[in-house]
């Protein structure tokens, strides 16, 4: 029954034609999605005569073909006037040779164009202006430049450049702590296994309007930050609207942590830099302004950092690293409250390990929480096991509550 068949792989089957005259659409009239990868196909008149026999063709794979492809603009058909997703990897397409091809997919939404080193893109005319997903990964695009070229695709929601070779990214009709006009649907960025060693990239990506998941694993401005906790909180501090990083997702307590730690951290250099606690006098300069376009907005969010949350930056030793917590449970009067040292780096898990041991009960049963010794009747719940008490911002003297 193959006038049944809606997909169709063919993958590394020697395929070098489209065969007699209309065979592929009295056969299989139903074909929806095909794959055509690996095979020996020469040129992309073969790829057409093989489509227009398929009326309604959403999907074709057409990579690791060595094709020629045309060099001067064609008549517009209307064979793929229904493909929505188009893999071309491997194929030592151009650029120039996509946008020649590009009038006749009127209706494109995934582009797929790995390895076929493009090195250098051309603003699309009025072409892929359908186009949802991009993907250039394994091109070594000559500068981070490249990517003004593509960026007013209306539609454009994913854009894959790992291994591009890109070592920065800048989009200079924007100043600090506004958006810029390009990419203005852009939601999915993956830049993983690039070259880019400043931050102030990072801090461009905060410009994009509608970004909200990021891959970046694999770049040189990383290897600045020892621990890989701290790495992450600097990057969700630095890109408000992110929701997803690195395949993992930001919840709003993380987010918060990040944004407060930050504030901390960075906030002897806001000093020095000109920063104050009275509005009037708070002139940091530009170098910082630069560096911490996002501090501004983050102070204004949670306040400036307070004079005493600054002097307790102290080196890490494990001495500065233990926290003096009372343990108390509530509804357990006859329990009497116990003080103890535990490690900021302990995680939730952990800690409910010693308690069971402390309090002779199931760890799996136990529910922490606690209260700041700063904001009296206020409770936090550590809801998150594997995340370590410095993630919840617990300090010296707040008390951990426990119930089962």
């Not at 009295?26 to 073969?46: A, F, G, P, V």
């Amino acid at each position: 029954q193959l006038n049944q068949l809606v997909d169709i792989s063919v993958r590394e089957c020697a395929v070098s034609h489209a065969g007699q005259k209309e065979e592929i659409s009295r056969t299989c009239s139903n074909i929806r999605h095909i794959n055509l990868s690996k095979n020996l196909i020469s040129s992309w008149e073969i790829v057409t005569a093989i489509a227009s026999q398929v009326q309604n063709l959403e999907t074709l794979n057409i990579s690791e073909n060595k094709m020629k492809f045309p060099s001067t603009s064609t008549s517009v058909s209307s064979v793929f006037s229904k493909l929505k997703i188009l893999a071309l990897n491997q194929t030592e397409i151009t650029w120039t040779e996509v946008l020649l091809c590009a009038p006749g997919w009127p209706a494109l939404e995934e582009l797929y164009l790995t390895s076929n080193n493009i090195t250098v893109l051309e603003r699309p005319g009025n072409v892929l202006q359908t186009l949802k997903l991009l993907d250039l990964s394994d091109n070594h695009l000559l500068d981070g430049n490249q990517l003004h070229l593509v960026a007013h695709l209306p539609r454009l929601e994913q854009l894959i450049l790992r291994n591009t070779g890109i070592s920065s990214i800048h989009f200079p009709d924007a100043g600090f702590g506004c958006k810029t006009k390009m990419f203005p649907s852009l939601k999915r960025l993956a830049i993983n296994d690039n070259k880019i060693s400043q931050w102030s990239s990072i801090n461009e990506l905060d410009k994009l309007p509608s970004l909200r998941s990021l891959q970046c694993h694999n770049n040189p401005f990383m290897d600045t930050e020892k621990n890989p906790e701290t790495l992450r909180q600097l990057i969700i501090a630095k890109i408000s609207q992110l929701e997803v990083l690195n395949k993992s997702e930001i919840l709003p307590a993380e987010r918060k942590g990040a944004e407060l730690d930050y504030r901390k951290i960075f906030g002897n250099e806001w000093l020095a830099a000109g920063g104050n606690w009275n509005p009037e006098k708070n002139k940091p300069s530009e170098e910082f302004l630069a560096a911490h376009p996002r501090y501004s907005s983050l102070c204004l969010k949670y306040g400036a950092p307070e004079e005493g949350e600054l002097k307790g930056q102290q080196p890490l030793t494990l001495k500065n690293q233990l926290l003096t917590l009372t343990i108390r449970c509530p509804e357990n009067p006859e329990q009497k409250p116990v003080e103890k040292k535990l490690p900021e780096s302990m995680t939730i898990q952990k800690v409910k390990g010693l308690l069971y041991r402390l309090l002779k009960i199931p760890g799996s049963e136990l529910k922490l929480s606690y209260e700041s010794s700063k904001l009296e009747g206020k409770e936090v719940e550590l809801d998150n096991d594997l995340k370590p008490l410095q993630f919840y911002s617990i300090e010296n003297g707040d008390c951990v509550l426990v119930r089962w």
